[in-house]
């Protein structure tokens, strides 16, 4: 197998936002309680906060994380996280059929993000709430002082305002399955004027309106014209949630994932346009994929919904804890890609979830905590991919997939910094055999700096996976990768393995 791919450092995409590198913590199964935050354990420091995932979560790189929900936020009241944790209510969470303490909540969210050098990105809940608490909400967290809100935050504490600026506008009202489920009329109307009255205590937020929860529903398209439609003149961003995952073993489909993002993305930012001109505004408005990743959404659905009811209601039940393979690591490094050669529409977008719940660190209660691997291609990418994207064009072998059409063989994104770097990330989607890449890169003298591969180990199958007592899938050095002159540019050449990010 082979292809060529031609870039030029002077036609750019456009620049990679930082926020593409964001993540997600949800009150949901082990991702908040044992997961990042765990009083008593080891590594925990005094506030609770787990160190060891702290560490992790440095080392991957997020510079965004949503939070509180998904889907737990549209039967949330904020209130009940805040104020001395020995008085905070325990509540059920229908939404994953939990019982939620409320020791961890906003203040503890606002410190732990600040210690994992993260942006927080904030949900207010438009499920079975509405415009007041998210005054409510917004008052609380970014009024300076002197009405009772603001004085309440400081009587707990955070003297200063947190100044969150990102805001979601609920969470994927167009699924049935969500709290509070509204039509795109119903929701399209709540979001407007949750936006206008948020815009008019805090002008410098930023807010998302909740797009499509996946491709796949029957109201994508329509649902977001609606909703435009009443909030476009309000809003920043629009989401949109994309989860991949294989079926009946068919890794070709499963490897072209990327190409369904890519059409989902480019839709998207069609109707976009298209609303923003049929109401005559000159404005942009960014898109936020801020649920993505691969989830075996099958596990879910036979396993783990029907172990809640069967067990009853608990705290912090183990729920869609996916153990990753080599093949999710390819897969989570071509979204990456995808996203990179999308960042004229994308201004940010989450990998849901950041530890235990489908996510790249996983950790025990009074144990480890480690890297999927997952982890690895995401840290990579959001450590080296910085400046702008730059188009490409790939020529060669192509795969024919079932679910994705015909697919380039090798995913491809190219970034450049000012100084004249490059980074260079490449997926082999061929199964089973290694691929000859020769890129062109134009206006730009290069070396080889160094090249890393996640691809499967030696002795192991594409299933290999990354557990507490051993991490077997590990990046590990590209060798034979040149750089040569080549009319005004570089062309870089080099093998890579089957199946390899
Ligand atoms: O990330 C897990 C869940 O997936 C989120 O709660 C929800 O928004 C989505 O359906």
Not at 299 to 315: F, P, Q
Not at 408 to 418: L, S
Request: charged letters at 20%; glycine letters at 10%; aromatic letters at 8%.
């Amino acid at each position: 197998m082979a292809v060529h791919i031609n870039a030029d450092v002077n036609d750019p995409i456009g620049p990679v936002p930082p926020r593409l590198f964001g993540s997600f913590v949800e009150h949901m199964g082990r991702s908040v309680y044992t997961g990042i935050y765990e009083p008593g354990h080891p590594a925990a420091d005094e506030r609770g906060f787990r160190r060891d995932v702290l560490d992790l979560v440095r080392e991957l790189g997020p510079t965004v994380v949503r939070y509180p929900g998904g889907n737990f936020v549209s039967g949330y009241r904020w209130e009940d996280g805040v104020g001395p944790a020995a008085g905070r209510p325990v509540r059920l969470d229908p939404a994953w059929h939990s019982v939620e303490t409320n020791q961890f909540g906003l203040h503890e969210f606002a410190d732990w993000a600040a210690e994992a050098g993260v942006e927080p990105m904030y949900a207010v809940n438009l499920g079975t709430r509405g415009i007041q608490e998210a005054m409510d909400a917004l008052e609380y967290c970014n009024h300076p002082g002197g009405t009772a809100l603001s004085e309440q935050r400081r009587a707990n504490g955070a003297d200063s305002p947190f100044g969150f600026r990102l805001w979601c506008l609920g969470n994927e009202m167009d699924g049935p399955w969500q709290i509070g489920h509204k039509t795109a009329d119903e929701y399209g109307r709540l979001a407007a004027e949750t936006a206008r009255v948020m815009r008019m205590i805090d002008s410098t937020v930023e807010l998302v309106v909740a797009g499509s929860s996946s491709q796949d529903m029957p109201t994508f398209g329509s649902w977001e014209r609606t909703v435009l439609r009443h909030t476009a003149a309000l809003v920043d961003h629009i989401s949109l949630h994309a989860y991949y995952q294989e079926f009946d073993g068919d890794a070709d489909s499963y490897l072209a994932s990327g190409a369904a993002l890519e059409s989902y993305i480019r839709t998207t930012a069609g109707i976009i346009d298209e609303t923003l001109a049929e109401l005559g505004l000159d404005k942009k408005i960014g898109i936020s994929v801020d649920e993505w990743n691969t989830w075996d959404l099958r596990r879910w659905n036979e396993v783990d919904s029907a172990k809640l009811g069967a067990e009853g209601w608990h705290t912090r039940p183990r729920i869609i804890e996916d153990t990753y393979t080599v093949t999710d690591a390819v897969v989570v490094g071509s979204l990456l890609n995808c996203l990179l050669r999308n960042v004229d529409r994308v201004t940010m977008a989450n990998q849901a979830q950041l530890v235990n719940v489908i996510a790249p660190i996983r950790s025990e209660p009074g144990g480890p905590a480690w890297r999927q691997t997952t982890f690895h291609p995401f840290q990579l990418v959001a450590a080296s991919a910085r400046g702008s994207s730059l188009k490409l064009t790939v020529d060669g072998d192509r795969v024919s997939t079932a679910r994705h059409g015909e697919v380039d063989i090798v995913d491809a994104a190219v970034t450049v910094e000012e100084s004249g770097n490059c980074a260079v990330f490449l997926t082999n989607r061929a199964t089973t055999s290694a691929t000859e890449v020769r890129l062109w890169i134009r206006g730009a003298g290069l070396d080889v700096e160094n090249a890393w591969t996640v691809t499967t180990p030696d002795g192991l199958t594409r299933h290999a996976t990354n557990t507490a007592e051993s991490q077997p899938v590990q990046p590990i050095r590209l060798s034979g990768v040149t750089a040569a002159p080549h009319h005004g540019g570089t062309i870089i050449t080099g093998t890579l393995p089957p199946l390899s990010w």
